[in-house]
Every structure is written in structure tokens, then in C-alpha cells.
């Protein structure tokens, strides 16, 4: 008959396979956040293998470790052959094959849609943000210095914030970003929203 696992089992083994899983993470050169992920592995392994326990033969503990030992070992293997497999290629790499004076790159055959600023979320339009980058230069000159800092503050804090921690009432606050505003319209800078 197979053991059935009781609380005092579980407290028991979790963390046996805490340590397991740390150790697979040292071994395996995992980061620390995939040491969750291994300890489940490790204790499903176990499950799958609890009908074989015999406890004449030894203890919970000492099976589950020998478990955990043998599925860490696995594990490892499989993260090293999966590293191996893969090939590491700069983005700066120059492609073979390519004919003409400039050998092309890996960069330059990745569209700026798909590229790594895409991936981040970030946006990838370059005529946009050329634009932005102007726009900005022409806010820059349309507004006072004096309000050069109180952009940056604005950046960072809501003006409810800035009223109720700042030197500035809140009213003076609002009325000094109206008065922004209505300068950027008059440079030709629309409101973002």
C-alpha cells in the first residue's frame, strides 16, 4: 500500500527540497527567482515516485532525499544541454554571405519593429521620436526658466503633491501650469492629452 503523506511529512520535506532546489540553482547558475519553480519540480518528482517508498528499508526523509538528489542531477543536465544548444550571436556580427564593400550585421537586418526597444515596450518610431525630441526643444525656449524646475517636478509628482509638500500654494501651482499650457499652444505645442 502506497505511504500516505501526513503534515508532519510535508513539513518535513519542504525544506529538504528548499535546500535541493538551492543547491540545483548553484550548480545550474539559475537565478534565484527560478528556485521556486525547481522546488515544485522536486517535490512533484517525489510525488510520482512515493508509491515506490518502503519504510522498512528508511526513512521519508532519507528516500525524498535521494529523490531530489537524483531529479536535481537531471535537471541540471537538461538547463547544460539546453545552454549548449544555444549560440550566442552579437548583434554586430557581420552576416555570411553578404556581397558588397559594407558586409551587413545582424542589427541591420532586424526591423525596428521587432528590435529590442519593441520588445521593451518602448516605442520604435523614429520619425516620432524625432519629433518629441524637437517638440521638447521648442517647449525648452517657450517657457520661462522659472518653470524649468517645476516641469521636472511634475514629472515625478502629481500637482495635488507638489501644492501640499511644495513652497507653492496649490492654486498658484495650477495657475502658473495653466500659463504653460496656454505658452505651449502659442509655440505650436498641442496638449498630449
Do not use: K, N
Not at 552576416?95 to 516605442?123: F, K, N, V
Not at 505658452?183 to 496638449?191: E, F, K
Request: hydrophobic share 45%.
Amino acid at each position: 500500500m502506497p505511504h500516505q503523506l501526513s503534515l508532519a511529512d510535508l513539513a518535513l520535506l519542504h525544506p529538504i527540497a528548499e535546500r535541493e532546489a538551492r543547491r540545483v540553482c548553484r550548480t545550474a547558475r539559475l537565478p534565484a527567482q527560478e528556485r521556486e519553480d525547481i522546488r515544485q519540480d522536486l517535490l512533484l518528482d517525489l510525488l510520482t515516485r512515493l508509491p515506490a517508498f518502503d519504510p522498512a528499508r528508511g526513512s521519508l526523509a532519507a528516500f525524498a532525499t535521494l529523490c531530489f538528489r537524483h531529479r536535481g542531477i537531471r535537471l541540471a543536465a537538461r538547463i547544460r544541454r539546453e545552454r549548449a544548444g544555444r549560440h550566442p550571436a552579437s548583434l554586430d556580427d557581420p552576416i555570411a554571405g553578404a556581397d558588397g564593400e559594407e558586409a551587413l550585421t545582424l542589427a541591420d537586418l532586424i526591423p525596428e519593429s521587432e528590435g529590442h526597444a519593441a520588445w521593451c515596450g518602448q516605442p520604435t518610431d523614429r520619425i516620432a521620436a524625432l519629433e518629441r525630441r524637437l517638440d521638447l526643444g521648442r517647449a525648452g525656449t517657450a517657457l520661462d526658466a522659472r518653470d524649468h524646475p517645476l516641469c521636472a517636478a511634475l514629472a515625478e509628482h502629481t500637482p495635488h503633491e507638489l501644492g501640499r509638500r511644495g513652497p507653492l500654494p496649490r492654486s498658484v501651482l495650477y495657475r502658473r501650469i495653466r500659463e504653460m499650457r496656454l505658452r505651449l499652444l502659442a509655440a505650436g505645442i498641442a496638449a498630449a492629452a
